[in-house]
C-alpha cells in the first residue's frame, strides 16, 4: 500500500538526493514502487534595490517526502544512497506520516505554485526615493501594494504632501 514518508536528509542536499533517488529507482525498476518525490517548498519573491527576484525557501530543510510502498527493495535502495541521515528512534527506517500530516503535506503540494510576496517595509515607514523623478526626495508609506510591487508615499513637494506611487526597486529605507 502507498503512502507519504518523509526522508531526512543532508540540509542543502534536498535537491540532489531526491535526483538520486529518482536515478536510483530507474536503475532498479522500482519506479512503480516510488510514486511522487517532493521537496515542499513555497516560490517567494523578494524586492530589493536591484528589482525583484523570485527564491524557493524550504519548508521542511532537511527532509524529502516520498508517496511510495515500501518494501524491502524500496529500503535497501534508500539504505545505500549517501546523504540518507538515521532518523531519530527509526535508524535508517523512513519515517511514514498520517493522514492528517499527509493532508496537510499536501496542501503544501497544491500551494507549491502560489506566491508569497516579501515586503522589505510597510505602512508607516519612512523612505528615501532613489530612481525617477523625485530621486532623494523621502517620503511616509501610505500603501504597500505587493502582487504589484508597488507602494504609494505622501510626498512633500512645494510643502504639500503628495502621493507618489513607485516601484519597490525605485525606493530604499532611511
Do not use: C
Amino acid at each position: 500500500m502507498k503512502r507519504w514518508y518523509l526522508v531526512r536528509v543532508r540540509s542543502g542536499a534536498e535537491k540532489r538526493i531526491a535526483k538520486i533517488i529518482q536515478e536510483e529507482a530507474a536503475a532498479r525498476n522500482l519506479v512503480g514502487k516510488i510514486e511522487t518525490i517532493f521537496i515542499p517548498h513555497r516560490i517567494v519573491t523578494v524586492f530589493t534595490d536591484k528589482g525583484k527576484s523570485q527564491t524557493s525557501k524550504k519548508l521542511f530543510p532537511g527532509y524529502v517526502a516520498l508517496y511510495m510502498e515500501l518494501d524491502d527493495k524500496v529500503r535497501e535502495m534508500l539504505n545505500s544512497i549517501r546523504g540518507i541521515l538515521y532518523t531519530p528512534g527509526r535508524g535508517r527506517e523512513p519515517y511514514p506520516l498520517s493522514d492528517e500530516e499527509a493532508n496537510r503535506l499536501l496542501e503544501f503540494k497544491k500551494a507549491e505554485e502560489e506566491r508569497v510576496v516579501e515586503v522589505p517595509f510597510q505602512k508607516g515607514d519612512t523612505l528615501r526615493i532613489v530612481d525617477g523623478p523625485f530621486v532623494d526626495f523621502t517620503g511616509v508609506v501610505e500603501e504597500v501594494y505587493p502582487e504589484k510591487g508597488r507602494v504609494k508615499l505622501l510626498v512633500t513637494i512645494l510643502g504639500r504632501q503628495t502621493p507618489v506611487e513607485l516601484s519597490f526597486h525605485q525606493v530604499e529605507p532611511l
